[in-house]
């Protein structure tokens, strides 16, 4: 899920396209509650969808510890 529908946007190594890169580094700092919050309501105005209606809050809270932690990790990354 989160190479093909978040990397549409952000990126197919989430470091960036129509969104902003979700990476390790781009992410530092970032409270993952509120990432978390970001994947489920998305951002209005923007063209981040909501995904309340796929994911529950605690998937949402999943992927973003995932990518918080650098997911995909790049030694499993084929390259």
Do not use: Y
């Not at 890169?21 to 970001?38: F, N, S, Y």
Request: aromatic content about 4%; hydrophobic content about 40%.
């Amino acid at each position: 899920m989160v190479r093909q529908d978040c990397g549409a946007c952000h990126g197919m190594h989430l470091s960036g396209g129509l969104g902003p890169a979700l990476t390790r580094d781009a992410l530092a700092g970032k409270p993952t509650d509120a990432m978390a919050a970001t994947i489920v309501h998305g951002r209005p105005g923007t063209p981040m969808p909501p995904w309340r209606a796929l994911l529950s809050d605690g998937d949402a809270r999943w992927i973003a510890e995932q990518l918080a932690r650098g997911f995909p990790h790049e030694a499993k990354v084929a390259r």
